[in-house]
């Protein structure tokens, strides 16, 4: 429905026109309520929409195509086997919503205590199911979804960068994301937020942080109720289904940029780009002092490396910093950010310009080889013959 106060915001922030759009210049942005689309107006005139979340004027990756793009699981000896996505046919759009067979548990997701019949705030007697309790072990059963889809297709990252990645998966702006995609909003019963929110009048700000929080919870609960009413299978209808809706997010977080992955050979890459003459040099040295770490890894260290370049007009000009098990692994994670972090442009440009250099050099041999043939074959031709024989 439309918005019935000016104030009232539309679900996530207006999407950024591409730079390089064949449009020119976006000259107005629009949020239809009934169509939940947001437009983009460009100076020629032309116009283009998608739904909240969306990057427009871009191919957006679908999860059917984000599903193939993602790592195969990894056997392990500590998980169960992972099985493949079958449950559910993956449309472009959205993974189809797991039902909920159980009566009792199917309007619990988007009921909050307070809209319960009988319900009294100071009272600690038990109410119908709500979305609070599911929310309880969603919240659990989500942490450990991530976890595991981490842990068995990536399992080449540090634990580090897994658990950042997780953070991705499982924040509550991005599970509030996935409840609006799939309607939440309009299905939450929560009589205290609607008046709270609003001063005692109407629909809840769609943009209230708030509310968000609200929606975050509800697809936990609704997580928790699709596992608890499919009984064995539960866990396993989730997570074929959450693993299809995170698919995009990961592959997007991983891919395009190798930085998240490790490369035993990166420091011999980024040498092989770089060095090319006696006053070009790369310097691998720690940023900080090494820590021993506790707990269940008591015993092992963490190193701490960054790489430096000298040459090119530079001089220790800092590239890229790693972490990891020893220095040799922290000196690889250090090129990996060198060649695909925030030093890339560095690299890329004085690469190009090793590239440029020995090009000149190798047409110069060439050269040098074809000027030493015909002068060898100037010479041959000069050179007088004489007969053969007795005189």
Same mark, same amino acid.
Request: hydrophobic fraction near 35%.
């Given at each position: ?46 116009? #283009? ?48 919503l797991p039902s909920i067979v159980d009566l009792d548990l199917a309007t619990a997701p988007f009921r909050h205590k307070s809209a319960t019949a009988n319900y009294n705030r100071s009272s600690s007697a038990p109410t119908a199911v ?36 997780? @953070?991705?998966?499982?924040?509550? @702006? ?13 299905? #939450? ?18 943009g209230n942080k708030g509310f968000n929080k609200v929606l975050g919870d509800v697809f936990e609960a609704y997580v928790a109720a699709v596992i608890l009413s499919h009984g ?19 592959? @997007? ?38 820590? @021993? ?99």
């Amino acid at each position: 429905m439309p918005p019935t106060t000016a104030t009232e915001l539309p679900p996530f922030s207006p999407p950024q026109p591409p730079a390089d759009s064949a449009h020119g210049e976006a000259v107005a942005v629009s949020y239809n309520y009934s169509t939940r689309q947001w437009t983009l107006t460009y100076q020629s005139g032309a116009t #283009v929409s998608g739904p909240p979340g969306t990057r427009l004027g871009k191919p957006i990756l679908n999860h059917e195509d984000a599903i193939a793009k993602l790592p195969s699981p990894t056997p392990t000896t500590t998980l169960p086997p992972v099985s493949a996505y079958t449950p559910f046919t993956v449309p472009a759009g959205l993974p189809s919503l797991p039902s909920i067979v159980d009566l009792d548990l199917a309007t619990a997701p988007f009921r909050h205590k307070s809209a319960t019949a009988n319900y009294n705030r100071s009272s600690s007697a038990p109410t119908a199911v709500t979305y609070e309790k599911l929310e309880f072990l969603g919240d659990a059963q989500i942490e450990h979804l991530a976890s595991r889809l981490l842990y068995t297709r990536f399992p080449h990252l540090l634990a580090g960068q897994q658990s950042q990645l997780r @953070e991705l998966l499982v924040k509550n @702006e991005t599970l509030a994301e996935y409840a609006r995609a799939y309607g939440f909003e309009g299905k #939450v019963q929560v009589a205290e937020l609607a008046t709270s929110m609003n001063g005692g009048g109407g629909h809840e700000k769609k943009g209230n942080k708030g509310f968000n929080k609200v929606l975050g919870d509800v697809f936990e609960a609704y997580v928790a109720a699709v596992i608890l009413s499919h009984g064995d299978e539960g866990f396993a209808i989730a997570e074929k289904w959450m693993t299809s809706l995170w698919a995009p997010k990961l592959v @997007e977080a991983t891919s395009g940029r190798d930085s998240n992955i490790y490369d035993p050979t990166a420091k011999a890459t980024l040498q092989k780009l770089l060095l090319g003459s006696k006053d070009t040099r790369l310097d691998y040295t720690p940023y900080k002092k090494s820590v @021993e770490l506790k707990g269940d890894r008591l015993g092992q260290n963490r190193h701490f490396i960054a790489v430096y370049l000298t040459g090119y007009g530079y001089d220790r000009r800092l590239l890229g910093k790693g972490e990891g098990r020893n220095k040799v692994e922290a000196g690889n994670w250090a090129a990996v950010d060198a060649m695909f972090g925030e030093g890339t442009d560095v690299v890329e440009e004085c690469a190009g310009r090793l590239r440029v250099a020995r090009e000149a050099r190798q047409r110069e041999k060439e050269k040098e080889g074809e000027e030493q043939g015909e002068a060898a074959k100037a010479t041959v031709a000069a050179t007088p013959t004489h007969a053969s024989g007795n005189d």
